[in-house]
T-cell receptor, first 110, second 114 residues
Framework: EDQVTQSPEALRLQEGESSSLNCSYT??????LFWYRQDPGKGPEFLFT???AGEEKEKERLKATLTKKESFLHITAPKPEDSATYLC???????????FGRGTSLIVHP | DAGVTQSPTHLIKTRGQQVTLRCSPI?????VSWYQQVLGQGPQFIFQ???????GRGNFPDRFSARQFPNYSSELNVNALLLGDSALYLC?????????????FGDGTRLSIL
């Protein structure tokens, strides 16, 4: 059975303190890996799609990378407005339905 | 352009009641998926519809049902509500069902069961 595991569950950073969030997956035939940001009481907001190992995508302070086993979401010099839950989802095999991880709750203190 | 819209935003029901949640996809998107998100968890897949046909069903009891209309909007129905049905119900849309393009989500309906 496909599995998506995100770590850490929660992360507290000081403003400007760079870090990385991890999404590891055990799937057969990756179609795509998606990163979303979710603010409290809101739906997930799409950030990135990665399709193959070695691929990287960047947007402002965020950079997503992909290997054959995991993906990282690197946050450089975060600001308090980056505080949110970050969700990873994997689409694989014969299914086009994405499987979500539990998310990483990020809090950035000023 | 409007994103995915869901109604109502909040709903309070009691055990045993029935509820209908509504979703309008992004203009041009023909596929709608429904997810349940319990606090502290990632979204769990319930249904996917494309061109009014069910294309996928998650591991949820028969109390859950859905349909898609000719204008591609969708309804999720839940009968005989249980306390455990309390959750954020999310709707997501995409151009088709068989795509590796990302789904786009609405802000959900927060369902509370008393």
């Amino acid at each position: 059975e496909d599995q998506v595991t995100q770590s850490p569950e929660a992360l507290r950073l000081q403003e400007g303190e760079s870090s990385s969030l991890n999404c590891s997956y055990t799937v057969s035939g990756l179609r795509g890996l998606f990163w979303y940001r979710q603010d409290p009481g809101k739906g997930p907001e799409f950030l990135f799609t990665l399709y193959s190992a070695g691929e990287e995508k960047e947007k402002e302070r965020l950079k997503a990378t992909l290997t054959k086993k995991e993906s990282f979401l690197h946050i450089t010099a975060p600001k308090p407005e980056d505080s949110a839950t970050y969700l990873c989802a994997v689409q694989a095999g014969g299914s086009y339905i994405p499987t979500f991880g539990r998310g990483t709750s990020l809090i950035v203190h000023p | 352009d409007a994103g995915v819209t869901q109604s109502p935003t909040h709903l309070i029901k009691t055990r045993g009641q029935q509820v209908t949640l509504r979703c309008s996809p992004i203009s041009g998107h023909k596929s709608v998926s429904w997810y349940q998100q319990v606090l502290g968890q990632g979204p769990q897949f319930i249904f996917q519809y494309y061109e009014k046909e069910e294309r996928g069903r998650g591991n949820f009891p028969d109390r859950f049902s859905a349909r898609q209309f000719p204008n591609y909007s969708s309804e999720l129905n839940v009968n005989a509500l249980l306390l455990g049905d309390s959750a954020l119900y999310l709707c997501a849309s995409s151009f088709t069902d068989r795509t590796n393009q990302p789904q786009h989500f609405g802000d959900g309906t927060r369902l509370s069961i008393l």
